[in-house]
C-alpha cells in the first residue's frame, strides 16, 4: 500500500503563493494518476486536480490558471504550485492515486498539509 506524505503547507496572505508536495512510496506512485485534494473548514474533501504518469494534467474549475501540478517520477513526488491564493482556498490539502477525472482510488489518506488564506 502507498504511503503518501503532504507537505508545503502555511499561512499566506490573499494573493500570495505556497508549494504543496506530496512524497509517496514504492513504485505504485510511477505509473498510476496522482491528485490533488481540497477539505475547506466543515465540508467535505473535493478535486482539485490531477496528472497522469504522462503528465497530462485536469484541474477544477475553481483552480484553472491558478494553480499547476507537476511530477517527478523519479523522485514519487507530486507538487502543487498555488498562485493568486483567495481565503476560500483555505483548508487541509491531501494527494492520492486517482481517476483522471479526480476520483480517489487509494484505499487511504495522509495527514494533509493545512494551508491558510488571509484576506
Known amino acids: 500500500q502507498v504511503q503518501l506524505v503532504e507537505s508545503g503547507g502555511g499561512l499566506v496572505q490573499a494573493g500570495g503563493s505556497l508549494r504543496l508536495s506530496c512524497a509517496a512510496s514504492g513504485s505504485v506512485f510511477r505509473r498510476n494518476t496522482m491528485g490533488w485534494y481540497h477539505q475547506a473548514p466543515g465540508k467535505q474533501r473535493e478535486f482539485i486536480a490531477t496528472?497522469?504518469?504522462?503528465?497530462?494534467?485536469n484541474y477544477a474549475d475553481s483552480v484553472k490558471g491558478r494553480f499547476t501540478i507537476s511530477r517527478d517520477n523519479a523522485k514519487n513526488t507530486m507538487y502543487l504550485q498555488m498562485n493568486s491564493l483567495k481565503p476560500e482556498d483555505t483548508g487541509v490539502y491531501y494527494c492520492?492515486?486517482?481517476?483522471?477525472?479526480?476520483?480517489?482510488?487509494?484505499?487511504?489518506w495522509g495527514q494533509g498539509t493545512q494551508v491558510t488564506v488571509s484576506s
Open positions: 492520492n492515486i486517482a481517476s483522471f477525472w479526480g476520483a480517489p482510488i487509494g484505499g487511504s
Open positions: 496528472i497522469t504518469s504522462a503528465g497530462s494534467t
